[in-house]
């Protein structure tokens, strides 16, 4: 296993256009991971397919009134993409995949990025048997945390954002494909373990995304329907995951295409929880809960 010194950062130069990476990762091919690179059980019988709901089309105006946010982790809180962009390329390197040709960004988009573990074990070891495979998942997975553990940074605003949510004393929740003790340490490196009062995983429910399970759980987990509530994603499952469950969808366009996370069905797409679009957003849907207070009284 090479050193974490020796470890490459994906430069995402021509693959993610909408994407304006930091200097350094446009300006070398290689880059070790040092901290200074990166400064930057589900509802019970759900039968709910993902079509049941379709939340496109609708807007942050159309939730009267808005009671909570669910959040992805992945990629969403934190951008964390380079880093399971690299601990997948060298365990998949170790193991001769593709011939010992390292995966690309693009293989890894297309692929990988968003995917639920079990899903990925079909599609990157087809002829494997399945605990095999889940082996070297799970040692990808022990490599993503040693990293993530030192090089984890929360995605631009999000500070902002979470005052923002609790000075309007909404509900929130976190719903991730990730494996628990992912999900947990990366809350834990934000210093958002207390924030969510719930955290749902994608494996541990009967179906993960892009299925709606684990936002209609994450939901029920809070007491809150989906006309009350949106989503913060940054996959193309995810959105697909939150459209399914009838909610309107953000997504964080950390790394994936806009125009993918647009197709899939997000209502727009902002650079990180800074982007002036979003709070011109929620500008808009507070003015238009007063008027219906205003009108009711």
């Not at 929740?173 to 494996?179: G, L, R």
Request: proline share 7%; charged share 25%.
């Amino acid at each position: 296993m090479p050193s974490l010194a020796s470890l490459e950062l994906p430069r995402y130069q021509t693959l993610f256009s909408a994407f304006s990476p930091k200097p350094d990762l446009l300006q070398r091919s290689t880059l070790p991971f040092h901290k200074h690179l990166l400064t930057s059980s589900c509802l019970p019988q759900i039968s709910i397919s993902s079509s049941s709901f379709d939340s496109k089309g609708k807007s942050l105006s159309s939730l009267a009134p808005l009671e909570a946010i669910v959040f992805d982790i992945d990629g969403t809180l934190c951008d964390s993409d380079p880093l399971h962009f690299c601990a997948f390329r060298e365990l998949l390197l170790e193991v001769g995949f593709n011939g010992g040709v390292p995966i690309t960004e693009e293989f890894f988009v297309q692929n990988i990025s968003g995917g639920h573990n079990e899903d990925l074990c079909g599609v990157l070891f087809p002829d494997w048997d399945l605990p095999k495979a889940r082996k070297i998942i799970e040692r990808k997975e022990i490599l993503y945390r040693r990293l993530a553990s030192e090089n984890l940074d929360p995605v631009k605003g999000l500070s902002k954002l979470c005052n923002w949510i609790e000075d309007h004393g909404l509900k929130r929740a976190a719903a991730t494909n990730a494996p628990r003790p992912n999900a947990e340490l990366m809350l834990s490196i934000l210093g958002l373990t207390d924030f969510f009062p719930a955290l749902i995983i994608g494996e541990e429910c009967e179906r993960a995304k892009p299925f709606p399970d684990p936002y209609l759980k994450a939901l029920h987990a809070i007491n809150v329907s989906h006309k009350h509530a949106f989503v913060f994603e940054d996959s193309v499952s995810g959105v697909k995951a939150g459209v399914a469950a009838g909610m309107p969808v953000i997504a964080v366009g950390t790394r994936n295409p806009e125009k993918l996370l647009t197709e899939a069905g997000a209502i727009f797409v902002i650079k990180d929880f800074d982007d002036p679009k979003l709070w011109k957003a929620l500008e808009e849907m507070e003015e238009k809960a007063e008027l219906a207070t205003t009108a009711a009284t």
